[in-house]
T-cell receptor, first 114, second 111 residues
Framework: ETGVTQSPTHLIKTRGQQVTLRCSSQSGHNTVSWYQQALGQGPQFIFQYYREEENGRGNFPPRFSGLQFPNYSSELNVNALELDDSALYLC?????????????FGPGTRLTVL | RKEVEQDPGPFNVPEGATVAFNCTYSNSASQSFFWYRQDCRKEPKLLMSVYSSGNEDGRFTAQLNRASQYISLLIRDSKLSDSATYLCVVKGPAGRRALTFGSGTRLQVQP
């Protein structure tokens, strides 16, 4: 196991609602990245947090926002949910360094928007 | 055009077969390359990094051709447990910390 945990495992929401997903990074890792994986697709990068600051963002609208806490855990918030937000949300933790920072994924949160 | 392209499969092969997956990427400034494995409804797990010199890990061999922007994965002596989706992953250029994933190639190894 990677030591990356996510909660909740499953979630059902309705259009227009807001949701918060949580991620605890692997011990010693200071970087958390969030990805959205739609059915039949590869994960798509949402954003990354490094030492509590956003450190890169993919092609997602501002209603996708996040936080990183001093213990390096992280939250993903999505406002005004749309049907297309239904997906598996993955967080990955890594130790940012000058070289290759391998990302280790948590088990994901499966979000269904009705 | 997608940044990372893979044949979606599925590849249906018998146990013991050798199977090869290919992947192309569009950004010539990409710096790091990986294969991840994803089981049904699970998270992706790093299978191996891919180096220009080629690298091997047991039954798995990965190759990178930077000139052609092409990555491959060869699985020898397929096992039932190799059944999964294999994701080709690219990182970079420098300063870009996101991993860019292909859509994955599904492998089904049959008894």
């Amino acid at each position: 196991e990677t030591g990356v945990t996510q909660s909740p495992t499953h979630l059902i929401k309705t259009r227009g609602q807001q949701v918060t997903l949580r991620c605890s990074s692997q011990s010693g890792h200071n970087t958390v990245s969030w990805y959205q994986q739609a059915l039949g697709q590869g994960p798509q990068f949402i954003f990354q947090y490094y030492r509590e600051e956003e450190n890169g963002r993919g092609n997602f609208p501002p209603r996708f926002s996040g936080l990183q806490f001093p213990n390096y855990s992280s939250e993903l918030n999505v406002n005004a949910l749309e049907l297309d937000d239904s997906a598996l949300y993955l967080c990955a933790s890594s130790l940012a360094s000058g070289g290759g920072d391998t990302q280790y994924f948590g088990p994901g949160t499966r979000l269904t928007v009705l | 055009r997608k940044e990372v392209e893979q044949d979606p499969g599925p590849f249906n092969v018998p146990e013991g077969a050798t199977v090869a997956f290919n992947c192309t990427y569009s950004n010539s400034a990409s710096q790091s390359f990986f294969w991840y494995r994803q089981d049904c409804r699970k998270e992706p797990k790093l299978l191996m990094s891919v180096y220009s010199s080629g690298n091997e890990d047991g039954r798995f061999t990965a190759q990178l051709n930077r000139a052609s922007q092409y990555i491959s994965l060869l699985i020898r002596d397929s096992k039932l447990s190799d059944s999964a989706t294999y994701l080709c992953v690219v990182k970079g250029p420098a300063g870009r910390r996101a991993l860019t994933f292909g859509s994955g190639t599904r492998l089904q190894v049959q008894p």
